[in-house]
Structure formats: structure tokens, C-alpha cells
């Protein structure tokens, strides 16, 4: 179409005085206007011209408009088609609009303001089309282009997943190994270490003394590291079946188990009611035992307190294990979960740092998660840690042909 006209319109009609009427009105609007005196040559046009809208009489010699119409939205179904009729045929209208016709005039046209008003119409109804297509083109390629990048991250995901999950299984072999292996000398040494007191000890000045209590110092303090190590390997080894476990017995069972170390402190637990869950009983119990400890022995009060509660939520359970010991500093909030991370002095409390390494570790196979939610040196510590809630019979399904 040439940019001077407002649009190019294709007009076929057997009537001659018809077509030179509308070319003239249409012309003198602006519009690039093309004719045909028969459906065969309409179509042909159609073929080699850019037409923009055509205009087709219903009733004419040989094909007929219905038939043009057809053949029109067969061949360019975008194309605006406005059928001419006469005032007595309106079954044939009616026709034409099923077949897709945008609109209809009834002849004779004695306002032509008329037709270019139904002209204006069906340009601005094919610009709708159109941009609404181009915009839903480039939705769809947005979609596409989405769809293929998140198939791509879940591919890579997946891919991460696994190799992350082999390194873990090594490491955790690995650990397991070589743990297991050096429990085995470090027996020797200690006996060695015992016979050399037990018999050449009083051949020993103090200097030699004090380094043989050096020596049995650090190798307890070396299997007490293997055997924290050894622990922690098992966690992602030793399988044991979720059940529903009423947490009011377990935790007096993981006080039993701590019973020496309660017992010489003077230690007062406030316990709110806590939920019955499912959940792996043994490693739960290894979870407040940790918890429950560190609140004992990194504590300096001659009265020392232990709270623990629980808040239930829609979709998992919030724990709360607090004491009134020596605090941490906010620096090592996030540090305190890493293995072996110490931040006294050996001399002064216990310990190997394992314990909350195999806390978080436990707490990751049942989806969970353990952060420290407040603490300040001398202000006591609150730990928080959450569990999923999980449902016995999927549970199983999903462990099921699991290691033994």
C-alpha cells in the first residue's frame, strides 16, 4: 500500500455504477482503491495486490460473494471482508457472517459517510488483531525462552544435587574410614602410654612426668575427636525408621542419658508441653542431648536453668531450648555449627565441638533447620530449631527400601 493512502480496498461488484460510485467516494477519502467486476478476478487480485480490506457484493453472476467469502477466509483468514447486500436478501447476510464476514451494507448505500465509518471500524478491529498476535507472540516466546531457562536450571540443579549427594556419601565413607582406622593406634598408644606409667613412672623426673600427662591427655583428647567424627559419619549411614514419638518421654529419656552430668550440677529445667511427631526417635534424642548439655556445661551460674518449649504451626514445629549460661558472642552465631569450631579454651570447658555440627546435620536429614536465636556473652543462649511437620505413611513410603 502506498504510504500516501489510508488503506487499500478491494471492490468486487457486477454492478459498474456501484463501483465507480464507491471508487470515487473512497479515492476522495483517501483510500487506494482496486476493482473487480466478478469473484474470479476479485480473487486473482488478491493474489498480486496488497489489499487491506475487500468489499464484496453477495449476489453477482457466476461466483457469488458467499463463495468469494469462503475461498477469501480460507486463503487470508486476518483479511476484513464486508459483504454488500440488498434490503430483501438478509438470510444471505446472515450466511456471510457465519462464514466471517466483519460486517454488512445494505444497498443502496445512500450515506456513504456510512461505509467509510465501517471501513474505519474494520482497519482499527485488524490493528487490534494484529498487535494483540505480535503481543501474544512475544508472550509466548517469553514463556518459551522461561520454560527453557528453568528447565535448564533444573537440569543443572539436578545435576549439582546428585554430584553434591556422591561427594557427601564419599566424605561421609571417607570420615568413617579413616576415623575407624586411627581408633586402632591410638589404642596402642594409650596402652603404651599406660605401661609406661604403670611401670617406668617412678623412673621419671617432673619434667618427664608432666609430658606423659601430656601425652594421655591428648590422646584422650584425640579419641574423643575420632569418636565425635565416627558419630557424625553415621548420621548419613545409620538408618533408622521415622515413627510418631511423643517428645514429653523423649526428652526425659534424653535427661536419663545425661544423668551424671545433671546430677553433680544444679541444674532446673522448666519444660513446657511439647507434641507428639513424626520424626527419627534416636537422633532426637541426640538433638537435646546436645542442646541440653551445652546449656550445663558452658554455664558459670551456681543455679543453673534449662526452659524448653514448643510452638506448633500449620506446617512445622518451633523449638526452643534456652539457658542462663555464658552466652555467645554474635560473630560466632553462624560459626558455632561448624565442626570442631571451639571458642574456649580446653582447660576451661569440654568438649570437642562437634555437638552442634551433628545437630544441624540430624536436623538437614529431617528438613529441618537450627539457628541460634539470640544470645549475648553473659546473657544466656536461646537456641531455635525447626522440624517439618511430616506425615507417618509418606514418610515410610518414601524411606521405604531404605539402609539398614
Known sequence: MNNQFIASVLVIDDDNYIRSSLRNYLEDNDYAVFEASAGAAGLKLLEKESIDVV????????????????????????????????????????????????????????????????????????????QNLKHQANLEKLVKQRTEALEHELAVRITTEKQLLLRTQELESY???????????????GAFAHFLNEDYSHCLDEKGLEYLYHITSSIKRMSNLVDDLLHLSRIGKRYTEFSLVDLNELIEHAKLELYELIRTNDVRFEIGEMPKIVCQRTWMIEIFKNLISNGIKYNDNPKRIIKINCIE???????????????????????????????????????????????????????????????????????????PKLILSSVNESEDGGGS
Not at 464486508?82 to 464476514?101: E, H, Y
Not at 570420615?175 to 598408644?189: A, T
Not at 571458642?343 to 545437630?359: F, I, N, S
Open 55 to 130: 468489499l464484496v457484493d453477495l449476489r453477482m453472476t457466476g461466483m457469488d460473494g458467499l463463495e468469494v467469502l469462503a475461498i477469501v477466509k480460507e486463503k487470508y483468514p486476518k483479511l476484513p471482508i464486508i459483504v454488500l447486500s440488498g434490503a430483501g436478501v438478509i438470510s444471505d447476510v446472515i450466511k456471510a457472517l457465519r462464514l466471517g464476514a466483519w460486517n454488512y451494507l445494505l444497498k443502496p448505500i445512500e450515506d456513504l459517510s456510512v461505509l467509510k465509518h465501517a471501513l474505519d471500524n474494520a482497519l482499527e478491529r485488524a490493528l487490534l488483531i494484529e
Open 175 to 189: 570420615s568413617y574410614v579413616i576415623s575407624h582406622d586411627l581408633k586402632e593406634p591410638l589404642r596402642n598408644i
Open 313 to 387: 504451626n500449620q506446617k512445622d514445629y518451633e523449638f526452643f531450648v534456652e539457658d542462663n549460661g555464658i552466652g555467645i558472642a554474635e560473630k560466632f552465631h553462624e560459626k558455632i555449627f561448624e565442626l570442631f569450631r571451639r571458642l574456649h579454651p580446653r582447660d576451661k570447658y569440654e568438649g570437642t565441638g562437634a555437638g552442634l555440627a551433628v545437630v544441624k546435620t540430624v536436623l538437614n536429614q529431617h528438613g529441618g533447620s537450627i539457628n541460634v536465636e539470640r544470645s549475648s556473652l553473659g546473657k544466656g543462649t536461646t537456641m531455635k530449631f525447626i522440624i
